[in-house]
């Protein structure tokens, strides 16, 4: 079945950086854009970035432009978010989800926590 | 920045049918920003509900309905179940990107 499983969360310190995957299997993962989203402790959901299924075309939402990256290896069917100068307020739940357009987001995955602390 | 607005809270009895609602700071939601609903329980990733205004996803039981009323999205669950006490989060596509709203915490009592 279509399933996306995350990992590389943890706990960083403030400035440090930190690089998460998303693992996708269950469909032809280079056919399909991709997204992330984060939604911090007791807090609502949080749209972060797309990314074209060809890597091509990138939206990053104007809270993380600059200081996350998100990227595709097609032949390891995976996504990546790389994130630096992290802050305490980046401390969430990072969900990668399908993502078929304008607000459709499917499957999730189950999440991968981030926490930011000295 | 316009801001996505939900209902912090509702209630609704077992059986009975509610409507959330997803507007704007500013200004009126129309088809035209796809909303979206997805449902959330604690401990949980959300799940697909209604894409672009009223598209039920895959395996989404028929008393979930989505629409636009007056000049807002809205979900409606029609006789609404204990397993239906879950969180529902809106999203919409704004030219900057896609905004979530804050979330309704739906209590079935």
């Known amino acids: 079945q279509v399933q996306m499983v995350e990992s590389g969360g943890g706990l960083v310190k403030p400035g440090g950086s930190l690089r998460l995957s998303c693992a996708a299997s269950g469909f032809t993962f280079s056919d399909y854009y991709m997204s992330w989203i984060r939604q911090a402790p007791g807090k609502g959901l949080e749209w972060l970035s797309y990314?074209?299924?060809?890597?091509?075309?990138?939206h990053d939402a104007d809270s993380v432009k600059g200081r996350f990256t998100v990227s595709r290896d097609n032949a390891r069917n995976s996504l990546y978010l790389q994130m630096n100068s992290l802050r305490a307020e980046d401390t969430a739940v990072y969900y990668c989800?399908?993502?078929?357009?304008?607000?459709?987001?499917?499957?999730w995955g189950q999440g991968t926590l981030v926490t930011v602390s000295s | 920045q316009t801001v996505v607005t939900q209902e912090p809270s509702f209630s609704v009895s077992p059986g009975g049918t509610v409507t959330l609602t997803c507007g704007l700071s500013s200004g009126s939601v129309s088809s035209s920003y796809y909303p979206s609903w997805y449902q959330q329980t604690p401990g949980q990733a959300p799940r697909t509900l209604i894409y672009?205004?009223?598209t039920r996803s895959s395996g989404v039981p028929d008393r979930f309905s989505g629409s636009i009323l007056g000049n807002k999205a809205a979900l409606t669950i029609t006789g609404a179940q204990a397993d239906d006490d879950s969180d529902y989060y809106c999203?919409?596509?704004?030219?900057?990107?896609?905004?979530f709203g804050g979330g309704t915490k739906l209590t079935v009592l």
């Open positions: 990314i074209s299924n060809s890597g091509s075309t990138i």
């Open positions: 672009s205004t009223n």
């Open positions: 999203v919409l596509y704004m030219g900057s990107g896609l905004v």
């Open positions: 989800a399908r993502y078929w357009g304008t607000t459709h987001f499917d499957p």
